[in-house]
């Protein structure tokens, strides 16, 4: 998964035949460890995407005391600024602009390798705040979650999906919201 990240991290299209070249095996045993292109380029837009979130937790939680607003939760937070960082994220911009097909499909199948662990993520981030904070969620976590991650693709990603320019500020507006309501949090 890191050298095909590499691949994606130096703007080069993912090709299985030069990836198995580079590891020293074959295709056929590249597929029958990882699987098809999608399944690989899944698995590595999840590797990095993973450690931008992990990014995303540290600094958030390196901030010194108060540097949020009053009242606002951890979880949207975090997912503020990863989705910043993915905005302005090089090697996914060139994988959408390059395979818009392909990326989206990688990116937002809700059985491929991005999406559910992104929402396993986002849950346990909920997990916490709803831990922390004595909250008592309207709907199960993992669907808040779901609808998050789906909220969160729809704003990051409509420059490919419906030629419109992504609003990062209405995506934060819009979860914020969404989450605040279905966790009962008043005033933050």
Do not use: C
């Amino acid at each position: 998964m890191r050298r095909a990240a590499r691949t994606l991290l130096d703007g080069e299209r993912l090709d299985t035949t030069v990836l198995a070249a580079q590891l020293g095996i074959s295709r056929v045993t590249l597929f029958r460890r990882v699987g098809n292109r999608d399944a690989i380029l899944g698995e590595a837009m999840w590797w990095l995407g993973e450690r931008t979130l992990q990014r995303a937790v540290r600094a958030h939680d390196a901030r010194p005391q108060g540097a949020e607003p009053a009242g606002r939760l951890r979880s949207l937070a975090i997912a503020e600024d990863y989705r910043n960082a993915l905005s302005t994220a090089t090697a996914l911009r060139r994988f959408l602009d390059d395979e818009p097909t392909t990326a989206l499909r990688v990116l937002t199948d809700p059985r491929g390798r991005v999406q559910p662990r992104l929402v396993e993520a986002y849950t346990r981030l909920f997990e916490r705040d709803v831990e922390e904070r004595g909250l008592t969620p309207e709907v199960p976590l993992p669907l808040l979650a779901l609808a998050v991650v789906r909220l969160g693709e729809s704003f990051l990603y409509s420059d490919v999906m419906v030629s419109r320019d992504p609003d990062l500020k209405a995506a934060t507006t819009v979860v914020d919201a969404l989450v605040t309501g279905v966790l009962g949090v008043r005033g933050g």
